[in-house]
């Protein structure tokens, strides 16, 4: 039986008995006001806002990550000596590395200067970004391959800077009373479908463009796809800017002395399950994103109209993975969010081993590989891909929600990296089926890190951890504010004494 963890041990009878950090004064007019300073609907409509803005700006972010999926395909035809695997693979780890920085950077942000600001940085960086790729150049074509991973490493800040900051400000704003109990499947439509939705987009978009431009102006095909992903964060920027940072985060930021060793000590076991298991998911979804349309175009006949076939292919890909998202977010209040996961991750071992091990046969019939190539992809998206983002928004306190959530999508990115890295040699020394073995690997150590490492949660009030990481924090005498303007407090500030014995009593029996 599975080792009940320290913060879980304060019952919900004391957690009842803990008024709020700092209670809202209610307004006679507006009882329902968070602050005399913010009104009931602004701060209703700045939550339906900042819900949908995450949604439409994280279809960017899924466009971005995966632009280059054909753009290695076009590079490749059009400079077939210059654009070796080793440049494919620089260019294409630009953006990892990128969003390893801004996942690190944009977490400790959003929680230091708040939600609102680290967004409105990330949509800066993409847009910047965006523009500079478009008009990649140099006096060689070495040169333009260079600046286009620079400009690839500045979206790559932004768009990695979206997971924590536009993640946890939506699933803030859906923790209202109206939308608590749906706010699992909701925090999933608004995030990993947005996300997984890019593909498809992007190959379409794609699509359009090699079909107006033609096989004889490849520069332009991949210069306009680049230059539209500049579009989506824009026409979102207006309403971020507008954008109030969620009461949740106003009653629990802390600015100052953050105490991190105690969230260390706190909340290991966690980290270990939401950055393992993200680490895995990455390693293998994202080198299988990148390097799916070469995948493809290594099974698909040659011909003159290869790239366009291709397309077309991978595009069926993208569309047979997206019900997987739909089915985690159905199914992620129904059977929690670990066993979800699990689920998930055993989708990694049976495709993976079906393809794998019968690879030499199954290219052989390219409708009957994409399928199972996107089944494999859909249960990625079902479990890890769906449960990933919701756990690490739900799994840690308010205070250090975007710090966590970033250590854990960077440890995911690192995975992603690494295994961009890897899919060459492996393809290379072991054969191309290996890739589909190793995530069949993957698949058996990402059910065992969740089933040891990750909380079984079910959509539980986020104040109710926010309320239990306060008490832990003045158990151990950390005596700092909490909160930002409207709604600051002292950390200590209506505690009952017996609650803060309680959870240092139970920390030693442990």
Request: include cysteine; hydrophobic fraction near 45%; glycine fraction near 10%.
């Amino acid at each position: 039986m599975e080792k009940p963890i320290a913060e879980d041990h304060i019952t919900s009878k004391e957690m009842n008995d803990v008024p709020p950090n700092s209670k809202p004064v209610a307004d006679p007019e507006d009882p329902q006001a968070p602050s005399k300073e913010v009104s009931s609907k602004r701060q209703r409509l700045s939550d339906i806002f900042t819900i949908a803005c995450a949604g439409f700006a994280l279809i960017s972010d899924g466009y971005q990550n995966n632009l280059m999926t054909m753009t290695n395909v076009v590079l490749k035809a059009e400079y077939p000596k210059k654009y070796t695997s080793a440049i494919s693979t620089q260019v294409s780890n630009a953006l990892l590395v990128g969003e390893i920085l801004g996942q690190i950077v944009v977490g400790l942000t959003c929680d230091y200067y708040g939600r609102k600001f680290a967004i409105v940085v990330t949509t800066l960086m993409i847009v910047l970004g965006g523009i500079l790729a478009t008009a990649s150049s140099g006096d060689t074509t070495n040169g333009m391959f260079w600046m286009l991973t620079v400009s690839r490493g500045i979206v790559g800040f932004g768009t990695g800077g979206e997971y924590p900051a536009s993640s946890t400000s939506a699933s803030e704003a859906a923790n209202s009373k109206r939308t608590l109990r749906q706010r699992g499947p909701l925090f999933i439509l608004v995030t990993n479908l947005p996300l997984s939705f890019g593909g498809p987009l992007a190959i379409s978009i794609f699509l359009i463009v090699l079909s107006a431009a033609g096989r004889t102006h490849l520069s332009t095909v991949w210069r306009v796809c680049f230059g539209i992903g500049v579009i989506f964060p824009l026409s979102v920027f207006y309403f971020r800017l507008r954008m109030l940072n969620s009461t949740l985060y106003r009653r629990g930021a802390i600015k100052r002395r953050v105490p991190y060793a105690l969230v260390l000590r706190y909340y290991w076991r966690r980290l270990l399950g939401t950055c393992g298991a993200w680490f895995l998911y990455d390693f293998v979804t994202f080198p299988n994103g990148v390097f799916s349309g070469v995948i493809i175009s290594s099974v698909v006949s040659s011909g003159a109209d290869s790239i366009r076939s291709t397309a077309e292919w991978q595009l069926l890909l993208g569309a047979i993975a997206l019900p997987g998202v739909l089915l985690g977010a159905w199914l992620c209040n129904r059977i929690g969010r670990k066993v979800t996961m699990m689920l998930g991750f055993g989708g990694y071992l049976v495709f993976g081993l079906i393809i794998g091990c019968a690879y030499e046969k199954i290219t052989k019939i390219v409708p009957l590989f994409v399928v199972f190539y996107g089944l494999m992809l859909s249960a990625g998206n079902l479990g890890p891909g769906d449960m990933l983002g919701l756990l690490s928004s739900e799994s840690y306190a308010t205070a250090v929600r975007g710090t966590c959530y970033g250590i854990s999508a960077a440890l995911g990115k690192t995975g992603a990296a690494v295994g961009t890295e890897a899919f060459t040699p492996i393809q290379n020394h072991l054969g191309k089926k290996w890739t589909f073995i190793v995530a069949a690997i993957c698949g058996v150590v990402g059910i065992l890190v969740t089933f040891f490492f990750v909380p079984d949660l079910k959509g539980e009030d986020l104040a109710e951890e926010d309320e239990k990481f306060r008490a832990y924090l003045v158990s151990k005498g950390w005596d700092g504010e909490m909160g930002e303007e409207d709604l600051k407090a002292l950390v200590d500030e209506g505690i009952p004494e017996n609650v803060v014995v309680n959870v240092n009593v139970n920390e030693k029996a442990l």
